[in-house]
């Protein structure tokens, strides 16, 4: 079956293409009016879609602990 990435709107194949949906179902009711929506190509494309955000540490904190 054809379906579309959520995020990126890449089409993916079912029957060929592996693909990544969220089995978490307080994510589920939060994200997606329906389970065609929880579909994606790849997990860089569901953390974008839920702005999964990498938090670089501030260079004041590190130092800290460095003397420590
Ligand atoms: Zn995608």
Avoid: A, H, W
């Avoid at 839920?50 to 938090?55: A, K, P, S």
Wanted: hydrophobic share 30%; with cysteine; glycine share 2%.
């Amino acid at each position: 079956m054809l379906k579309e990435c959520s995020y990126c709107k890449g089409q993916i194949n079912t029957e060929i293409d592996s693909y990544f949906t969220c089995l978490d179902n307080f994510i589920q009711v939060k994200y997606f009016d329906t389970e065609e929506e929880n579909i994606f190509c790849s997990q860089e494309c569901f953390c974008n879609y839920v702005q999964l955000e990498e938090i670089e540490p501030l260079e004041e904190e590190i130092n800290v602990k460095d003397k420590r």
